[in-house]
Protein backbone atom coordinates (compact mmCIF):
# COMPACT_ATOMS: atom_id res chain seq x y z
CA UNK A 1 0.00 0.00 0.00
CA UNK A 2 1.10 3.61 -0.95
CA UNK A 3 -0.35 6.63 0.45
CA UNK A 4 0.42 9.71 -1.03
CA UNK A 5 0.04 13.01 0.53
CA UNK A 6 -0.27 16.20 -1.71
CA UNK A 7 0.34 19.67 -1.00
CA UNK A 8 0.63 22.98 -2.85
CA UNK A 9 -1.65 24.62 -5.28
CA UNK A 10 -4.23 27.59 -5.16
CA UNK A 11 -4.65 30.53 -7.02
CA UNK A 12 -2.11 32.62 -9.33
CA UNK A 13 -2.36 35.05 -12.10
CA UNK A 14 -1.59 33.89 -15.54
CA UNK A 15 2.08 33.84 -15.94
CA UNK A 16 2.56 33.17 -12.56
CA UNK A 17 4.10 29.84 -11.07
CA UNK A 18 3.28 27.47 -8.50
CA UNK A 19 5.05 24.66 -6.65
CA UNK A 20 3.20 21.38 -6.26
CA UNK A 21 4.34 18.39 -3.86
CA UNK A 22 3.67 14.95 -3.18
CA UNK A 23 5.18 12.97 -0.41
CA UNK A 24 4.82 8.73 0.05
CA UNK A 25 5.84 8.60 3.54
CA UNK A 26 7.74 5.24 4.49
CA UNK A 27 9.75 5.44 1.41
CA UNK A 28 7.19 3.30 -0.10
CA UNK A 29 7.14 4.84 -3.41
CA UNK A 30 10.76 4.88 -3.70
CA UNK A 31 10.78 2.53 -6.65
CA UNK A 32 7.79 3.35 -8.72
CA UNK A 33 7.23 5.51 -11.52
CA UNK A 34 5.68 9.07 -10.43
CA UNK A 35 3.57 10.58 -12.05
CA UNK A 36 1.35 13.97 -12.28
CA UNK A 37 -2.28 14.17 -13.64
CA UNK A 38 -4.51 16.61 -13.88
CA UNK A 39 -8.67 16.92 -14.51
CA UNK A 40 -9.94 20.28 -15.59
CA UNK A 41 -14.42 20.42 -14.63
CA UNK A 42 -15.78 18.21 -17.17
CA UNK A 43 -13.27 16.96 -18.80
CA UNK A 44 -11.27 12.96 -18.21
CA UNK A 45 -8.35 13.58 -16.10
CA UNK A 46 -4.73 13.66 -18.36
CA UNK A 47 -1.70 13.03 -18.07
CA UNK A 48 0.83 15.58 -17.21
CA UNK A 49 4.27 14.89 -16.33
CA UNK A 50 5.78 11.65 -15.07
CA UNK A 51 9.40 10.54 -13.42
CA UNK A 52 10.83 7.02 -13.46
CA UNK A 53 12.09 5.16 -10.44
CA UNK A 54 15.90 6.57 -10.51
CA UNK A 55 14.92 10.00 -11.35
CA UNK A 56 17.12 9.51 -14.46
CA UNK A 57 14.06 10.17 -16.87
CA UNK A 58 11.24 12.39 -17.06
CA UNK A 59 8.22 13.12 -19.94
CA UNK A 60 5.87 15.51 -19.92
CA UNK A 61 2.71 15.92 -21.72
CA UNK A 62 2.93 18.30 -25.11
CA UNK A 63 1.11 21.12 -23.78
CA UNK A 64 3.44 21.63 -20.83
CA UNK A 65 6.60 20.84 -22.15
CA UNK A 66 9.09 23.84 -21.20
CA UNK A 67 6.73 25.01 -18.58
CA UNK A 68 6.53 22.77 -15.98
CA UNK A 69 8.96 20.68 -14.13
CA UNK A 70 8.81 17.17 -12.56
CA UNK A 71 11.55 16.19 -9.87
CA UNK A 72 11.80 13.76 -7.02
CA UNK A 73 13.74 13.53 -4.07
CA UNK A 74 13.64 9.50 -2.46
CA UNK A 75 15.83 10.99 0.43
CA UNK A 76 12.85 13.03 1.45
CA UNK A 77 10.07 10.66 -0.06
CA UNK A 78 9.03 13.48 -2.33
CA UNK A 79 7.97 14.24 -5.57
CA UNK A 80 7.71 17.97 -6.98
CA UNK A 81 5.80 19.60 -9.74
CA UNK A 82 6.99 23.19 -10.44
CA UNK A 83 4.41 24.49 -12.86
CA UNK A 84 5.64 28.29 -14.43
CA UNK A 85 4.35 30.45 -17.01
CA UNK A 86 0.50 29.63 -16.04
CA UNK A 87 -2.12 29.86 -18.28
CA UNK A 88 -6.04 29.91 -17.54
CA UNK A 89 -5.91 26.58 -19.60
CA UNK A 90 -3.81 25.00 -16.52
CA UNK A 91 -7.10 25.27 -14.06
CA UNK A 92 -7.46 21.81 -12.75
CA UNK A 93 -7.57 19.46 -10.15
CA UNK A 94 -3.85 18.04 -10.39
CA UNK A 95 -3.35 14.44 -8.82
CA UNK A 96 -0.24 12.89 -8.34
CA UNK A 97 0.30 8.80 -8.84
CA UNK A 98 2.74 5.70 -8.48
CA UNK A 99 2.41 3.75 -11.29
CA UNK A 100 2.75 -0.11 -10.83
CA UNK A 101 2.90 -0.89 -14.73
CA UNK A 102 2.00 -0.04 -18.01
CA UNK A 103 2.13 3.06 -20.12
CA UNK A 104 3.48 5.74 -18.20
CA UNK A 105 0.86 8.54 -19.25
CA UNK A 106 -2.18 6.46 -18.78
CA UNK A 107 -4.43 6.57 -15.87
CA UNK A 108 -5.16 2.59 -15.96
CA UNK A 109 -1.07 1.90 -15.06
CA UNK A 110 -1.60 4.14 -11.93
CA UNK A 111 -2.37 2.14 -8.43
CA UNK A 112 -2.26 4.43 -6.21
CA UNK A 113 -3.01 8.66 -6.12
CA UNK A 114 -3.00 11.76 -4.22
CA UNK A 115 -6.17 13.16 -2.74
CA UNK A 116 -5.96 16.32 -5.51
CA UNK A 117 -4.74 19.58 -5.50
CA UNK A 118 -6.79 22.96 -6.54
CA UNK A 119 -5.00 25.06 -9.27
CA UNK A 120 -6.63 27.76 -10.77
CA UNK A 121 -5.08 30.52 -12.78
CA UNK A 122 -6.79 33.57 -13.09
CA UNK A 123 -6.28 36.20 -16.39
Sequence with gaps: QVQLVQSGGGLVQ??????LSCAAPGR???SYTMGWFRQAPGKEREFVAAINWIGS???Y????????????DDAK???????????PEDTAIY???ARNR????RVASYDYWGQGTQV????
Excluded: E, I, P
Excluded at 14 to 19: D, W
Excluded at 61 to 71: E, I, L, P
Excluded at 120 to 123: A, G, K, L, P, Q
Design 95 to 97: YCG
Design 57 to 59: STY
Design 14 to 19: AGGSLT
Design 61 to 72: ADSVKGRFTMSR
Design 120 to 123: TVSS
Design 77 to 87: NTVYLQLNSLT
Design 102 to 105: GSYD
Design 28 to 30: AAS
